[in-house]
C-alpha cells in the first residue's frame, strides 16, 4: 500500500487546513504527527467502514477525520502554533488487537506533510 499525504502549509493561528491522504476501505487509517525534535504522536485515526473515529486529546473538537470512498482527510480548525509538525498517514488492517492509537497497528506508512502554524 502506497500512501502519500497531501494538504500541509504555512498557516496563521486559526486557520483551517485539510489534509487528504488516499487509501482504499479496506483499510484503517490513522493520521500521526512529528513536531521538530519530538516523537512521532498519533493524532486521528478511522476505522476502514467509518463506524469509528478517534481522537488525541490535543485535537479533539478541532480535527475531524473522515472517509470518502478511497480518500480519508483531516480537517484541522483552530489551528495553534503546537500543531507545527509534519503530518502521517497510515494504514493499518480493518481489525487488530492493536490500539488505533499505536504506530504498531499499521503497516504502511506515506511520505508526510509539512504543517506550519505560525503565532
Known amino acids: 500500500v502506497q500512501l502519500q499525504a497531501y494538504g500541509g502549509g504555512l498557516v496563521q493561528t486559526g486557520a483551517s487546513l485539510r489534509l487528504s491522504c488516499a487509501a482504499s476501505?479496506?483499510?484503517?487509517v490513522g493520521w500521526f504527527r512529528q513536531a521538530p525534535g519530538k516523537e512521532r504522536d498519533f493524532v486521528a485515526a478511522?476505522?476502514?467502514?467509518?463506524?469509528g473515529a478517534y481522537y488525541a486529546d490535543s485535537v479533539k473538537g478541532r480535527f475531524t477525520i473522515s472517509r470518502d470512498k478511497n480518500t480519508v482527510f483531516l480537517q484541522m480548525n483552530s489551528l495553534k502554533p503546537e500543531d507545527t509538525a509534519v503530518y502521517y498517514c497510515?494504514?493499518?488492517?480493518?481489525?487488530?488487537?492493536?490500539?488505533?492509537?499505536?504506530?504498531?497497528?499499521?503497516?504502511?506508512w506515506g511520505r508526510g506533510t509539512l504543517v506550519t502554524v505560525s503565532s
Open positions: 497510515a494504514a493499518g488492517p480493518k481489525n487488530s488487537g492493536e490500539s488505533y492509537r499505536t504506530e504498531n497497528r499499521y503497516h504502511s
Open positions: 476501505t479496506d483499510y484503517s
Open positions: 478511522i476505522r476502514y467502514d467509518s463506524r
